[in-house]
């Protein structure tokens, strides 16, 4: 029998071309189904890795991705944002513009005990698109990876504030368009003059307000608080589109004239509370929704007069149980919850020296702090004083916060320094939540043309009204709600109204 030989070599070739297939095969494998890989570089934070790969792990990408972090000062349409850093300082600081140790937080993390600060020349709740690090994830991928990515962080990436989610609410003070504004109106004849020079800013507002206590009137003269009717440019040619009727002069030309001007509101689509027609309109609350958001205005008077209390017309006179009833409503639909109060005034009007008396909160008569103070232990969520004619000090109050005294935005009180500022409250609302009240000081003169202050006497006014906080902490405490007889008491003084109010 022949035998041959057994030679390995003869299965070289084979086991060769087994090797190279399956190699092949692995390159394959590798190159065609190997899921991509997610890369970060060194430009993104621990916190943002944990959070994409934690969003992300599911996805199965056909080709790397490779994810970077940026800046930038403005919105951009590149990449996704991830975050909105603002620059925020301590709500008592006069500091406006952001400085490089500024404290940099989240925009979901602004609320109204942190003061936002200007940057880069710009007020980001005024612009939405700058003011403010825009933080941007750039995504470098294939098309279809990216679109796959894309759907996914828009449905868990935060939702940020927008122009068309934002509602700004701006509060101004004491409205009077008489007396000296009348005798100036002969000589200027023209009533958009008195606006010149603040339009720009409160033309800007979603919601404008202002506490008009002068009533439309032909009996308007030099010397009595009623408005010449081509008056109502003043409010028109502003956009003013809420009035509030708590003042105590209202009915100083008679029932029919103040009617009539509530009428004329109407007709404009300007909306009103804190008075009426009669004690029930006057009791009715405003309920504002725009934007998402919810705000209930509550207007009352606790001063000299002016007030309802039948079928004729005047401002709300304050009601304790009626206001815990309208709060508890107002919190059962969600809604924010301003008070508006006309109070008994602090007057210092004997001289033209300048003095910081009513900085304090120092109301002639009754507990102005004790009262406001009360205001928000009920449930109120913002505290306003809109009848001081000069304005007056701040704070942050339990849950709340309190601003005394707005001061005059348009009268005739040029002969007293105090009496010819004010404080206009600019409010951000987003999602519900008050995400900010900016605090912006205006002034006038002989001319009566309300402006805003320059930045260094803004500066300046509003650390000496933060400096009368301090002795208004001294002098009163915390510890009790109760408020004096007059806020408590269900007894009706009688219904006058006291033309002389201050100095008026």
């Known amino acids: 029998m022949d035998r041959r030989k057994w030679r390995p070599s003869r299965l070289i070739i084979p086991l060769c071309g ?34 994409l790969e934690n969003t992300l792990y599911e996805l199965k990408f056909t080709d790397d991705v490779t994810i970077s972090s940026e800046f930038q000062t403005a919105r951009s349409e590149q990449g996704i944002l991830y975050d909105i850093l603002v620059p925020v300082t301590d709500f008592y600081s006069t500091e406006t513009t952001a400085t490089s140790d500024a404290n940099w937080i989240s925009i979901n993390d602004l609320d109204y005990t942190k003061k ?44 940020f504030p927008t122009r ?48 008009n206590e002068a009533s439309f009137s032909e009996k308007a003269t030099a010397r009595n608080i009623c408005a010449k009717p081509v ?45 009426g027609k009669t004690a029930t309109q006057a009791a009715t609350p405003l309920l504002l929704n725009q934007k998402n958001s919810g705000i209930t205005l509550l207007g009352y008077n606790l001063s000299t007069g002016g007030y ?22 107002a919190k059962e639909r969600g809604d924010f919850v301003i008070v508006d109060m006309q109070y008994y005034e602090c007057s210092e009007y004997d001289s033209v020296v300048e003095s910081d008396t009513c900085d304090y909160a120092d109301s002639s008569a009754g507990d102005q702090i004790g009262t406001f103070r009360h205001l928000i232990d009920l449930g109120a969520d913002l505290v306003v004083g809109t009848s ?38 600019a409010h951000y609302f987003w999602q519900g939540k008050l995400l900010q009240t900016r605090i912006v000081p205006t ?62």
């Not at 004239?257 to 909306?271: C, H, K, R, V």
């Not at 009368?468 to 002098?475: C, Q």
């Open 388 to 425: 001081a004619h000069q304005p007056q000090t701040f704070e942050l109050y339990g849950d709340g916060a309190i601003y005394y005294g707005l001061g005059n935005l348009f009268f005739d009180q040029s002969a007293w320094p105090g009496t010819t500022r004010s404080l206009v409250l």
């Open 231 to 275: 008056m109502i440019d003043v409010l028109t040619n502003l956009d003013v589109n809420i009035v509030e009727l708590t003042g105590n002069h209202n009915q100083d030309c008679g029932d029919n004239d103040s009617n009539s001007t509530i009428d004329q509101y109407a007709e404009l689509g300007i909306q009103t509370f804190g008075g």
């Open 308 to 329: 309802t209390l039948d079928d004729t017309p005047g401002a709300n006179y304050y009601n304790e149980k009626d206001l815990i009833n309208n709060i508890a409503t």
């Open 18 to 51: 087994v090797i190279v297939i399956l190699i092949l095969v692995v390159l394959g494998y590798v190159l065609l189904c190997r899921p991509g890989e997610l890369v970060f570089d060194d430009s993104v934070s621990n916190e943002q890795k944990t959070f």
């Open 164 to 211: 068309d989610s934002v509602l700004s609410f701006a509060q101004t003070g004491v409205t009077a368009l008489a007396r000296g504004m009348t005798k100036k109106l002969e000589t200027i004849d023209n009533p958009t003059f008195f606006t010149q020079k603040i339009r720009g800013f409160l033309g800007n507002f979603d919601l404008l307000h202002t506490s």
């Open 443 to 504: 002034n006038y003169d002989d001319s009566y043309q309300t402006a805003l202050m320059d930045e260094e006497n803004a500066a300046k006014y509003l650390e000496r009204l933060i400096n009368a906080r301090p002795v208004l902490l001294a002098n009163t405490t915390s510890e009790t709600n109760e408020t004096d007889s007059a806020t408590n008491s269900n007894s009706i003084p009688s219904n006058n109204t006291d033309s002389a109010e201050g100095g008026q």
């Open 116 to 159: 936002l600060l200007r940057f880069n020349d710009h007020y980001f709740l005024d612009d939405l698109d700058a003011g403010a690090r825009f933080q941007y994830l750039m995504i470098d991928a294939n098309e279809k990876d990216l679109e796959m990515i894309q759907d996914k962080l828009s449905t868990d990436l935060p939702v």
